[in-house]
Antibody, heavy 117, light 110 residues
Framework: EVQLVESGGGLIQPGGSLRLSCAAS????????MSWVRQAPGKGLEWVSV???????YYADSVKGRFTISRDKSKNTLYLQMNSLRAEDTAVYYC???????????WGQGTLVTVSS | NFMLTQPHSVSESPGKTVTISCTGS????????VQWYQQRPGSAPATVIY?????PSGVPDRFSGSIDSSSNSASLTISGLKTEDEADYYC?????????FGGGTKLTVL
């Protein structure tokens, strides 16, 4: 059974850093395209970043240069390193497995990041 | 940048049929597949339609998707509405390496 479990969220001050983790089971992270998607409180879904099975990475303009997506093959875990955090980064962050096209087949339960002083 | 536009909200009565639209900002929406996700309060999104008109196993055939190239839009149609269908619905597609969501539509079944 495919399972994704996010962790690492919390309250952080503006300008701070946080690393989110997404522990996977039932499939191999490094063999799939994996994305992070976020949702600000009361708002819609926003794609954040993707890492391909090849290792190529891509980012939304809103986080480019501040966020880094990565994975650990030995831990079968996806990460999102978030630096220079802003109030507008406050959101629930979901990790998701992509299908054979850019579509989100499975989602984790999400982890809340709150950027506030 | 490619964008997808959805109505903010729709409402309909149980047993009726509702259609939610998703209009592409540029190019042809038919160039890439469109997906639809259902999100209930406090839960992660779940796919109800993928690759324009395909239903994942477990999604009832009351849900259907289509593409209209003439209006550059995709549509999600839910027939035989049930109160459990009340949720937010998001369309999603892609443009090069960017994944794009519509703004979401709140469906009220009353």
């Amino acid at each position: 059974e495919v399972q994704l479990v996010e962790s690492g969220g919390g309250l952080i001050q503006p300008g701070g850093s946080l690393r989110l983790s997404c522990a996977a089971s039932g499939f191999t992270v490094s063999s799939n395209y994996m994305s992070w998607v976020r949702q600000a409180p009361g708002k819609g879904l926003e794609w954040v970043s993707v890492i391909y099975s090849s290792g190529s990475t891509y980012y939304a303009d809103s986080v480019k240069g501040r966020f880094t997506i990565s994975r650990d093959k030995s831990k079968n875990t996806l990460y999102l390193q978030m630096n220079s955090l802003r109030a507008e980064d406050t959101a629930v962050y979901y990790c998701a497995i992509e299908g054979r096209f850019p579509q989100f087949d499975y989602w984790g339960q999400g982890t809340l990041v709150t950027v506030s002083s | 940048n490619f964008m997808l536009t959805q109505p903010h909200s729709v409402s309909e009565s149980p047993g009726k049929t509702v259609t939610i639209s998703c209009t592409g900002s540029s190019g042809s929406i038919a160039s890439n597949f469109v997906q639809w996700y259902q999100q209930r309060p406090g839960s992660a999104p779940a796919t109800v339609i993928y690759e324009n008109n395909q239903r994942p196993s477990g999604v009832p055939d009351r849900f259907s998707g289509s593409i209209d190239s003439s209006s550059n839009s995709a549509s999600l149609t839910i027939s035989g509405l049930k109160t459990e269908d009340e949720a937010d619905y998001y369309c999603q597609s892609y443009d090069s390496t960017n994944r794009v969501f519509g703004g979401g539509t709140k469906l009220t079944v009353l």
